[in-house]
């Protein structure tokens, strides 16, 4: 059973950059799309968020409202892919997950999910 | 952007009862791209229905999803306590890849 497991700072400061890694086990990166997923921690409620997905390729797309400070990349090598956020402010505080995608088969739905990683964008 | 709006925002009812949860889209949703989630506190949400009414591998013929165009359900025929939790619905019929805001299942 495939799993995804989270892992960068958990401190950011403001206008820096936010660095995440999610490291797969358990399977193979191949066929799949691999995406970030944030929750916001503010009332009234908890959204998620999709920040973008990365196929196995390397091809990518990402959420419009934060296409120009969104980065995913893969190595599949390293059986990893990775988020980079720029310029960071405290609305960028949240729970970031990275999850997996089959694709076209499943509708995009995500079927395997990390834990989670709490980001905190403060100086 | 496809807005998903999903009521009631809190539910309240008794184990054994059977739940309804709505999903609204703002425009027409190719059910094929309509999935359904379940997140308990502190953990990350888990796939309950994709396609709009297919279950996830291991998910109790309890939870059921239909739906079709603008308006999706996802139905608990009768409550379990473990199903009290947050449930989602996301869609990717157009990018970008949209969530709900979430219906809270409490108890009563």
């Known amino acids: 059973q495939v799993q995804l497991q989270e892992s960068g700072p958990g401190l950011v400061e403001p206008s820096a950059a936010l660095s995440l890694t999610c490291t797969v086990s358990g399977g193979s990166m191949s066929g799949y799309y691999w995406s970030w997923i944030r929750q916001i921690r503010q009332p009234p409620g908890k959204g998620l968020e999709w920040l973008g997905y990365v196929y196995y390729s390397g091809s990518t797309n990402y959420n419009p409202s934060l296409k120009s400070r969104v980065t995913i990349s893969v190595d599949t090598s390293k059986n990893q892919f990775s988020l980079k956020l720029s310029s960071v402010t405290a609305a960028d505080t949240a729970v970031y997950y990275c999850?997996?995608?089959?694709?076209?088969?499943?509708?995009?739905?995500?079927?395997?999910w990390g834990q989670g990683i709490l980001v905190t964008v403060s100086s | 952007e496809i807005v998903l709006t999903q009521f009631p925002g809190t539910l309240s009812l008794s184990p054994g009862h059977r739940a309804t949860l709505s999903c609204r889209a703002s425009q027409n949703v190719d059910s094929r791209y309509l999935a359904w989630y379940q997140q308990k506190p502190g953990q990350a949400p888990r796939l309950l229905i994709y396609?709009?009414?297919n279950r996830a591998t291991g998910i109790p013929d309890r939870f059921s999803g239909s739906g079709s165009g603008t308006d999706f359900t996802l139905t608990i025929s009768r409550v379990e306590p473990e199903d009290f939790a947050l449930y989602y619905c996301q869609q990717y019929a157009g990018s970008p890849l949209t969530f709900g805001q979430g219906t809270k299942v409490e108890i009563k």
């Open positions: 396609g709009a009414s």
């Open positions: 999850a997996r995608a089959p694709g076209y088969a499943s509708g995009w739905s995500h079927d395997s």
